[in-house]
């Protein structure tokens, strides 16, 4: 599976960060400061931003893994109260009183490696460079502040480069702690029944282009007891010609086929491979293989007397199984799934009539997004169920034509119906934690399923 975040989702996550980021520096903690000049001393405590004018926030991708993001422009106003003493006439004079500082260019470029971390993606900090510009105090408190205000520069060339340091100190913990925390919500591994289970694990450092970020998932399907698979890897692609018409969308996910039929291999060889029609799974369609039921009921035993002779004391039932793995098949703008099977119908366990068939369903999917997270879902709905061959039965009349059309009729809405609830609980996208998909839309292409859709993030998540 390949996801690859364009550059409608790049200007989407920078918007996000952007706004994360003015928070961080609106609740700047600036420890106490202390420093000597040339012509006395100062210490400085209750420092807070008082203000800020949000900067301008850009990206820039270099291949094959490096993300620089920069800030520039904007207002930050700091506050807090000073202690200083100063030499005049070679006699010290101590003073005290509020301070503003006021910088009215901000500037800030963090690189970053994108990395994995546990088959999840990690940002790993290059190194970060802060400047503020044209920084400007105002010192009150008497004399001490008026001969302060005179030093201004000269303070300033001391301060300037303390608060350099703690904007790059809260950038780069930002980074390496709340996004690389946020980035480990990721689900690697989903359980999808008591046998198998979806790996979404990373294949590959990320990887970007001008204008892109790419991330190689494996989507496939693994069994408890770690079976290979008898087939290939798919390699899934973005073709321009695929995408040209949803180039507008920040997500375009690719799905190979590999993930939908390792998960019908799997399910298959761990014993999945059976759907029952009786009185207990479907009590509705049972009715009509009893052998005697009400006239105004429909029953093979209304329509067979011999049936009804030989059977009408027995427990029956019908079994649909498959005699190998089915497989899906994905084309230009059709998703099908084939497989070949045989129904029995039986009495009290033992089979009457046996005939082989072979199957071919369309297949349809959707994305489904709600609080707890996006589910891909799927739907069937048959194209065909034929009748290859008919095994001996014991009764002549249960061969009859019409008898088995109306029993292969009865186990398409079997089928449909348990493949349907199976289908619509739906798989799990992997995202983070607070992120949802939107604006999905969905296409069959070479072997592959294409996703396209925009992405909502919800901080307090």
């Known amino acids: 599976m390949r996801v690859k975040v364009t550059k409608y989702g790049l200007d989407y996550a920078n918007k996000i960060a952007a706004a994360i980021v003015n928070s961080e520096l609106l609740s700047l903690d600036v420890p ?204 899934e692609s973005f073709d321009e010609s695929d995408v040209s018409t949803k180039n507008s969308k920040m997500l375009h996910i690719a799905v190979s086929d590999r993930m939908f039929n390792s998960y019908l291999y799997h399910s298959f060889y761990s014993g999945y491979r059976s759907l029952v029609v009786d009185k207990v799974t479907s009590p509705e369609r049972a009715k009509f293989l009893a052998a005697q039921c009400s006239a105004t009921e429909m029953c093979i035993g209304n329509y067979l007397a011999d049936y009804r002779q030989a059977y009408g004391n027995s427990n029956l039932s019908a079994i649909l199984e498959l005699t190998d793995p089915a497989i899906v098949e994905i084309v230009d703008g059709i ?7 045989s129904i029995s119908l039986l009495a009290d366990g033992r089979a009457i009539l046996t005939a082989n068939v072979s199957a071919e369903v369309a297949l349809s999917v959707r994305v489904d997004s709600q609080v707890e997270g996006t589910l891909l879902k799927g739907l069937i709905s048959f194209n065909s169920l ?39 609980a739906g798989t799990p996208i992997p995202m983070p934690r607070g992120t949802n998909l939107t604006n999905a839309e969905t296409v069959f292409v070479r072997n592959q399923l294409l996703l396209f859709c925009d992405f909502e993030y919800s901080p307090g998540k």
């Open 335 to 341: 998703g099908q799934c084939k497989a070949n099977g």
């Open 32 to 235: 106490p400061l202390e420093d000597d000049f040339g012509g006395g001393s100062v210490s400085a405590d209750g420092i807070r931003v008082t203000s800020l004018l949000a900067p301008n926030y850009n990206y820039r991708l270099i291949e094959p893994n490096t993300l620089v993001w920069s800030m520039s422009g904007g207002h930050l106003t700091v506050e807090g109260h000073y202690k200083g003493s100063v030499k005049v006439l070679f006699a010290p004079i101590s003073g005290s009183g509020p301070f503003k500082a006021t910088a009215n260019d901000l500037q800030l470029t963090v690189r970053v490696l994108l990395n994995t971390d546990q088959s999840r993606p990690k940002v790993d900090i290059i190194d970060c460079q802060s400047n503020l510009n044209d920084v400007h105090l105002e010192i009150g408190g008497g004399i001490v502040g008026w001969i302060m205000n005179r030093l201004e520069d000269q303070i300033a060339s001391r301060l300037t480069p303390k608060l350099q340091a703690l904007v790059c100190e809260r950038v780069t913990n930002f980074i390496e702690k709340d996004v690389n925390k946020k980035l480990q919500t990721i689900p690697i591994i989903v359980k999808l029944d008591d046998s198998t289970q979806l790996d979404y694990g990373l294949m590959a450092t990320p990887a970007v282009s001008s204008d892109s970020l790419e991330l190689r998932h494996k989507g496939e399907v693994i069994s408890a007891d770690g079976s290979a698979l008898p087939f290939k890897m798919f390699k």
């Open 386 to 424: 034929i009748v290859s061959s008919a095994g001996q039965s014991e009764i002549a009349s249960l061969n009859d034509p019409f008898l088995m059309d109306y029993i292969v009729d009865t186990a398409k809405l079997v089928v449909e119906a348990e493949m349907n609830a199976i289908l619509g």
